[in-house]
């Protein structure tokens, strides 16, 4: 069993930055990719970036080149570096983390709202 817990999410003016930090807890060595994922009004969850243990990572092209996803392996966390943020960043940011038999565990959810 996992538990993720995001936090970091706010209120920022466009090209602003965030950081955002997904606390994971119980079995997370059994993780093999974290990922995170967005959710805007009216349109479906999509992923937004991941990390596999391997270390190879992905990016939605929505978002390459100004968000980063990156791992602290020993205090069980991962995080998403936003820079460069837009109004159509805004969402509920979802952390995830896969494991065992391709189980996915999610987090609650954290809002980030880029706006002038």
């Known amino acids: 069993q996992v538990q993720l817990v995001e936090s970091g999410g706010g209120l920022v003016q466009p090209g602003g930055s965030l950081r955002l930090t997904c606390a994971a807890s119980?079995?997370?060595?059994?993780?093999?990719?974290m990922a995170w994922y967005r959710q805007a009004p009216e349109k479906q969850r999509e992923l937004v970036a991941s990390?596999?243990?391997?270390?190879?990572?992905n990016y939605a092209d929505s978002v390459k080149g100004r968000f980063t996803i990156s791992r602290n392996k020993a205090r069980n966390r991962w995080y998403l570096e936003m820079n460069n943020l837009q109004p159509e960043d805004t969402a509920v940011y979802y952390c995830?983390?896969?494991?065992?038999?391709?189980?996915?565990?999610w987090g609650q959810g954290t809002q980030v709202t880029v706006s002038s």
């Open positions: 995830n983390g896969r494991g065992r038999s391709s189980r996915d565990y």
């Open positions: 990390f596999r243990i391997d270390g190879d990572t």
């Open positions: 119980g079995s997370t060595a059994s993780l093999y990719n």
